[in-house]
Each structure stands twice: as structure tokens, then as C-alpha cells.
């Protein structure tokens, strides 16, 4: 048991930490879908004629490891804050259960970034 005297800070400050590994994971999601998606744009250029550089055939595996990266951050900010969760007393939460939305925001974000690599693999 942590000693924090029942101090609502120690835990706010615990669900922002979190919250940042939350904004980080999906960031870099965003980031892979993006560059996995522009491969298909250059290959959309290359059927219409347009120029294209080359060597555009890496950018969806180049994507899926970021979205990969971005599942595996997103994993350790909520297993991190499970665990620090679990070592707080009831007493020291703001509410018996304030910690069952924001796990379940980050397992379903981890869950969709999985079917994110998916859809850009397949």
C-alpha cells in the first residue's frame, strides 16, 4: 500500500500520466495509418500517369509497425496504471470505481489499433 494520506492528487496525478500515454499511443497511430495510407495515394498516382519516386512499396509495413508501436505504448500506459491502481486503497480513490472507464478506454484503443494493422495488412 501506497503511503499518500488519502490525497486525491496522488491519483490525478496518476490518471494524467496515463492520459499522456493514452495521447502518445494514439499519436503515433495516427502517424502510421497516415504513412501507410500514402503509399496508396502514390500508388493511385502511378495508375493516372502522374510522377512518382521511387521505392513506395515499404510505406504500409513502414505504417503498420508505427500503428504496432503506437498499440504497445498505449498497452504499458494502462497496464502501468492498472497496476498503480491496484496498490491504491479504496479510500484513496475519488470513487470506488474511477478507474474502470479509463481501462476500458485503453484496452478498446489497444484492441482497435490491433485491427488497425490488420485492415492496413491484409
Not at 37 to 45: A, E, K, M, S
Not at 67 to 72: C, D, S, T
Not at 112 to 121: D, E, S, W
Amino acid at each position: 500500500m501506497l503511503n499518500t494520506d488519502a490525497d486525491p492528487r496522488i491519483y490525478f496525478a496518476a490518471e494524467r500520466t496515463f492520459l499522456a500515454w493514452l495521447r502518445t499511443g494514439i499519436t503515433v497511430m495516427a502517424l502510421g495509418f497516415v504513412v501507410a495510407r500514402f503509399g496508396l495515394f502514390l500508388r493511385i498516382l502511378r495508375a493516372q500517369g502522374g510522377p512518382v519516386p521511387p521505392g513506395t512499396g515499404l510505406s504500409p509495413y513502414l505504417g503498420a509497425v508505427l500503428v504496432v508501436l503506437g498499440v504497445i505504448a498505449t498497452g504499458a500506459g494502462t497496464r502501468r496504471y492498472q497496476k498503480f491502481c491496484q496498490r491504491l486503497g479504496r479510500s484513496e480513490m475519488p470513487s470506488p470505481h474511477a478507474e474502470i472507464t479509463p481501462l476500458l478506454l485503453g484496452w478498446s484503443l489497444m484492441v482497435l489499433g490491433i485491427v488497425m494493422v490488420v485492415v492496413l495488412l491484409v
